[in-house]
């Protein structure tokens, strides 16, 4: 005899229901609204949405709750790095709040809670899908905006990108469009690995077209890098897809190592005609200052959004601010942002996550599950790791909410592929 459920048992079940219903339909006018209205609440809106996920998940019996402790563990990095370089101000308070101490660091927390409770309203394959397919079309419309705007200004490129497109500023510059045609051009073109279809194939060829011809006139060479590395992955890993499954992950670390190799002879060839690190639009410049700041402060960083400031009170980035100006606010590399900001430790840790990121899909994908989605969000990932060597998504800066934000939804995703995966390994058991 099968056992009746309690009353709680059942009053916990409605709950459930009723806060996972809610959590779908704020999340969907939470992508709505970052993608076509453009306001600057949108960290508060994604709070909102990944407690009421949570709420779903933890009122769920049969819900997964496994999180990536590698994230937990940036995270609390992050705050703690946070309160310590807080403290003293708190402390000198008449009256202190001591939840200001996290203050710096907010933007991690609600990372976490975000990609906790998002990853569980996506956690079956017809939700999972059909939120890709509206990110795709998203950035799709969004990119017939950015080539109408190209063209209605004669495609003329503007350093630093913030007032040469009506479209652009919303995104933080030209780097911030081409984080969403990063993301864009992978998920479209996944459908070449997970379906046969001849019409598909050539819509995703079309689609994929489109978004690398719009991300060549939107002026980003760390986005058509970005790009150029993962479609130089993705027809790797089409080849690779044919050979014997055990051999599958040598083959692809094989061909990885290769690709590098090549790009460093290449590099080495050319070393005379890159004038230093200099005509990587002054990255180098960027890059050695921080490196020192690090040095200075392995341990926990700066402090989160701490960044510019305690640059300044260098001498370091004298040569920076020789040629660029008084403009020195971000490092342009997401590892060494992080590293100069909460220390060798939270750098190692974000790094693992993106690493688990990727081991999970690439296994997903390998094992035939939700298979469409985890090869779309293993060349994301893939994409977006190369893109954030010479530029940093997860600032805290507000001009880059909407920005963080996206990438927030990828790694949501990311984490319910890993559930969906041991949801069907567990059902096989």
């Known amino acids: 005899m099968t056992k009746e459920p309690g009353a709680a048992s059942l009053v916990a079940e409605g709950f459930s229901r009723i806060a996972d219903a809610v959590g779908i339909v704020l999340l969907c006018w939470l992508g709505w609204r970052m993608f076509f209205v453009f306001d600057s609440a949108l960290q508060g809106r994604a709070l909102v949405v990944g407690l009421v996920g949570m709420l779903a998940c933890w009122t769920d019996k049969s819900a997964k709750k496994n999180t990536p402790l590698a994230m937990i563990a940036f995270v609390a990095i992050g705050l703690l790095s946070a309160a310590v370089h807080r403290w003293s101000a708190v402390v000198s308070m008449p009256d202190p ?10 933007h991690l927390a609600v990372m976490a809670v975000f990609i906790y409770g998002t990853a569980h309203l996506l956690r079956t394959p017809p939700r999972l899908s059909w939120f890709v397919v509206g990110v795709v079309a998203s950035i799709c419309i969004l990119s017939t905006q ?3 705007d190209r063209a209605a200004s004669g495609f003329m490129y503007a350093r630093g990108g913030s007032g040469s497109l009506p479209s652009v500023p919303h995104w933080g510059g030209l780097h911030g469009t081409s984080l969403f045609l990063t993301l864009g051009l992978p998920l479209t073109l996944s459908v070449l690995f997970a379906n046969r ?33 993962s479609l130089v992955l993705m027809m790797v890993c089409a ?19 290769t690709i590098l190799a090549g790009l460093i002879v ?26 020192r700041l690090i040095a200075d402060h392995w341990w926990i960083g700066v402090g989160p959004g701490n960044f510019s400031r305690a640059m300044f009170e260098t001498t370091y980035p004298a040569a920076f601010l020789q040629r660029y100006g008084n403009q020195f606010y971000n490092a342009h590399n997401l590892l060494l942002h992080t590293g100069a900001e909460v220390g060798l430790f939270g750098a190692w840790f974000l790094l693992a996550f993106f690493a688990w990121a990727l081991r999970s ?8 599950r939700v ?10 990932l893939i994409a977006f790791v190369v893109h954030s060597m010479s530029e940093n ?5 507000a001009e880059v909410d909407r920005t963080r934000l996206i990438v927030w939804m990828v790694l949501a995703a990311v984490l319910a592929v890993e559930r969906l995966s041991r949801v069907r390994a567990d059902s096989k058991t």
């Open 371 to 380: 298979q469409l989605v985890s090869a779309g969000l293993l060349f994301v």
């Open 361 to 368: 899909c690439w296994r997903a994908w390998a094992l035939r």
């Open 146 to 148: 950015i080539a109408f």
């Open 393 to 397: 998504f997860l600032d805290a800066r």
């Open 239 to 257: 080849l690779v897809v044919g050979i014997e499954r055990r051999w599958r992950t040598r083959a692809l670390a094989a061909a990885i190592i």
């Open 197 to 229: 279809s001849l019409p598909r194939i050539l819509a995703g060829v079309t689609l994929g077209c489109g978004l690398l011809f719009v991300a060549f006139i939107n002026g980003s060479r760390g986005g058509l890098v970005a790009l150029g590395s």
């Open 97 to 106: 709040v001591w939840l200001s101490l996290f203050t710096p660091a907010s």
């Open 266 to 291: 290449a590099l080495q060839a050319h070393r005379t005609t890159l004038e230093g690190l200099k005509d990587l639009s002054g990255r180098g410049l960027i890059w050695e200052p921080t490196l």
